[in-house]
């Protein structure tokens, strides 16, 4: 898995483990619903800030979300 796929599945995972809809974590960090779904089905490139706007609404470091990126 690749970069990118990792991050995506994180994103996921971590939002599923919160409950939250991908409308709901769009809303919380002040994205598109469609950017949290582009993001998730690995075809956007996050930028750092992004990955922290979102580890910041799922409530867990960004580290979290880069777990296993290498």
Do not use: W, Y
């Amino acid at each position: 898995m690749d970069a990118r796929e990792r991050l995506a599945k994180n994103i996921r995972d971590q939002r599923k483990r919160s409950s939250m809809t991908q409308e709901q974590l769009a809303f919380a960090c002040d994205l598109h619903p469609t950017e949290i779904s582009r993001l998730e089905r690995n075809v956007r490139d996050p930028r750092f800030t992004t990955i922290v706007r979102v580890a910041r609404a799922l409530k867990v470091r960004p580290a979290d979300l880069l777990d296993g990126v290498r």
